[in-house]
């Protein structure tokens, strides 16, 4: 009988054989759950992203009235609401679109400071820019960025003209600013940007035709939130 196991010896064996093949599952599904953690890691974020921000707009106090001498102009300042979208051609270059609206009062300034409020416009200035992304410092990533603005000026109404057309104008624009990683999806922003935007403007004073220049130059200051899709 020397082929047959001992009952004791055989109760061992099953034991061991038991134990050896719940380490083997529980080593599979280890490699499973690894697996899928580093697929999770490579996945790519979307190229998508919106970012909702509250923009202060800060014009030049510069102008003229082409016809009178000393003449100046300056323009009041806002703050409004602004949505972006942008899209990633890779992890560091990107293209911006911002789009918001506002309204400028013209006041009338050195030898025509008597005029006081001439007018008021509000401006569509759709902005695009091609912006450079920094990606080393983890969830700070700072960018740059520099594009064309055209700006669409509407619902122009006078105050002392008597008549006031602000016309359409091209503009370079630079920016700088970066967003704040807080999770795979959601992130802060702050970014500055410059308009080069001195839009010409034809009007009737006192019954008088008379052109001129705003320099507007505005500084848009803005912060907020992003979302990456």
């Not at 806002?78 to 979208?85: G, H, K, N, R, S």
């Not at 679109?97 to 759709?126: C, F, M, Q, R, S």
Request: charged fraction near 15%; glycine fraction near 12%.
């Amino acid at each position: 009988m020397r082929n047959w196991i001992r009952p004791g010896r055989g109760i061992t064996l099953g034991i061991a054989l038991a134990v050896l093949g719940l380490q083997q599952a529980v080593a599979a599904d280890a490699q499973v759950v690894h697996a899928r953690k580093g697929t999770a890691h490579l996945v790519e974020p979307s190229p998508w992203q919106l970012r909702l921000r509250t923009l202060a707009v800060i014009t030049d106090d510069k102008g003229n009235v082409n016809e009178i001498p000393g003449s100046g102009l300056s323009f009041s300042d806002t703050a409004i609401p602004e949505l972006d979208v942008t899209y990633y051609f890779s992890d560091n270059l990107a293209a911006e679109l911002i789009l918001g609206t506002t309204h400028a009062n013209i006041y009338g300034e050195g030898t025509i400071g008597g005029l006081a409020k001439i007018g008021k416009t509000w401006v569509l200035p759709p902005t695009l820019t091609l912006q450079y992304h920094f990606t080393d410092s983890g969830a700070f990533k700072p960018y740059i960025g520099a594009g064309v603005n055209y700006s669409i000026f509407y619902n122009q109404d006078t105050g002392s003209a008597d008549a006031l057309h602000v016309k359409n104008a091209f503009g370079g624009a630079v920016q700088v600013g970066f967003d704040y990683a807080l999770d795979q999806h959601w992130g802060v922003n702050f970014d500055v940007k410059k308009l080069f935007l001195e839009p010409k403007f034809d009007a009737v004073v006192g019954g008088a035709n008379v052109t001129g220049k705003a320099k507007l130059n505005p500084w848009l200051i803005g912060t907020g939130v992003s979302y990456r899709f």
